[in-house]
C-alpha cells in the first residue's frame, strides 16, 4: 500500500501523454499554420501587401513552444513542420480558404481585398500582413 500513491501519481502524469494525438490532428498547430500559410500566399500574390517575417518567426516560436508543452518531442515537431506533405496539405486548405473569399488565381485584387480585411479584423493571418497602401 505504501507504493500505491506513488504509483497513482506516476499514471497521472503519464496519463497526458497516453492521451496525445499525433500532432497533424492537433487543432491550434494547424490553424496557426494554415494562418500562417494563408497569409503566405496573400503576400505573394498582392503587390500592396508585405509579409512581417519577424512577427511570423516569433509566432512559429510561440507554436513550436506551446506543442512542447503539450508533451510532443522536439523532434516530432521538427518532423512535422519539414514534412512534404504536411506542407501541401496546408498549402492546399490555405488555397481553399482563399477561394472560399474569392482569391483565386488570376484575381490579384481579391487577394489584396481578403488581406486587408484580414488586417482589418485583427486575425492571425493581418497580424502577419502589412498594407504598403
Do not use: H
Not at 39 to 57: V, Y
Amino acid at each position: 500500500m505504501k507504493l500505491f500513491p506513488l504509483t497513482l501519481a506516476a499514471l497521472m502524469f503519464a496519463v497526458p501523454a497516453f492521451a496525445l494525438g499525433p500532432i497533424n490532428q492537433e487543432k491550434t498547430i494547424n490553424d496557426t499554420l494554415r494562418s500562417g500559410f494563408i497569409a503566405d500566399q496573400i503576400a505573394d500574390t498582392c503587390p500592396t501587401l508585405q509579409p512581417r517575417k519577424l512577427r511570423a518567426l516569433n509566432e512559429l516560436l510561440k507554436l513550436r513552444d506551446y506543442a512542447l508543452r503539450l508533451g510532443y518531442s522536439a523532434a516530432e515537431v521538427r518532423a512535422f513542420v519539414e514534412n512534404p506533405a504536411e506542407k501541401a496539405r496546408g498549402k492546399a486548405e490555405a488555397a481553399a480558404w482563399l477561394a472560399s473569399k474569392g482569391a483565386v488565381p488570376g484575381k490579384v485584387a481579391a487577394y489584396c481585398a481578403a488581406g486587408e480585411a484580414e488586417i482589418a479584423r485583427g486575425s492571425i493571418v493581418g497580424y502577419l500582413l502589412r498594407s504598403t497602401r
